[in-house]
């Protein structure tokens, strides 16, 4: 099994520019979660789903959206970066709210 | 929403000292505990939890947490440290409502 897995790994954009973030996980995992990861302040939860079709807001959703239309991929989406948004993303995934969660690689990700 | 606060934001140690790092949290609520380790570059990884029962937790590569539920504390130990412990530590509180909270971060250098 890959587990969680994440593409792609580094990203450098401009301001103004869009991308998608995509997130894989082959556990069959219910619920998948996205973080941003800075310094001095730990894992931030931007989004996350508990099931396929459904997603719900984090402590830090603004300028962010998701979709997950399949149970095993979730999808981060900048439509209009920023340089404030020059972070390390992380996704996760678990079998419940109260279950330990599996985390992707990360992936970098810097606007100019 | 719980809060998850680490005192120290880095420690520097020898190999063979003995580490123990802070956690409180602020739930009075039935809660899950979680120490993720992440080694440099790489992705969170768990190193233990706690669901319930014996409040003295032991997890991989030699790490142990007590819970310590009247003083809301989930602090981890581990005896002797190796230098291939250096990696940043976080804490992590689950509750009822799907997320993690996660503390800030400590960074943990072990020096040869």
């Known amino acids: 099994n890959a587990g969680v897995t994440q593409t792609p790994k580094f990203r450098v954009l401009k301001t103004g520019q869009s991308m998608t973030l995509l997130c894989a996980q082959d556990?069959?995992?219910?619920?998948m979660y996205w973080y941003r990861q800075d310094p001095g302040m730990g894992l931030r939860l931007i989004h996350y789903s508990v099931g396929e079709g459904t997603t719900a807001k984090g402590e830090v959703p603004d300028g962010y959206n998701v979709s997950r239309l399949k149970k095993q991929n979730f999808l981060l989406g900048l439509e209009s970066a920023a340089p404030s948004q020059t972070s390390v993303y992380f996704c996760?995934?678990?079998?419940?709210?109260?279950?330990?969660?599996?985390f992707g690689p990360g992936t970098r990700l810097t606007v100019l | 929403a719980q809060s998850v606060s680490q005192h120290n934001h880095h420690v520097i140690l020898s190999e063979a000292a003995s580490l123990e790092l802070g956690c409180n949290y602020s739930?009075?609520?039935?809660?899950?505990l979680f120490w993720y380790v992440q080694y440099p570059g790489q992705h969170l990884q768990l190193l233990l939890k706690y669901f319930s029962g014996d409040p003295l937790v032991k997890g991989i590569k030699g790490f142990e947490a007590e819970f310590i539920k009247s003083k809301f504390s989930f602090n981890l130990r581990k005896p002797s440290v190796q230098w291939s412990d250096t990696a940043e530590y976080f804490c992590a509180v689950g509750s009822n409502d799907y997320k993690l909270s996660f503390g800030a971060g400590t960074t943990v250098t072990v020096r040869a």
């Open positions: 556990m069959n995992h219910e619920y």
């Open positions: 996760a995934s678990s079998w419940s709210s109260y279950n330990e969660q599996f």
């Open positions: 739930y009075g609520g039935t809660v899950n």
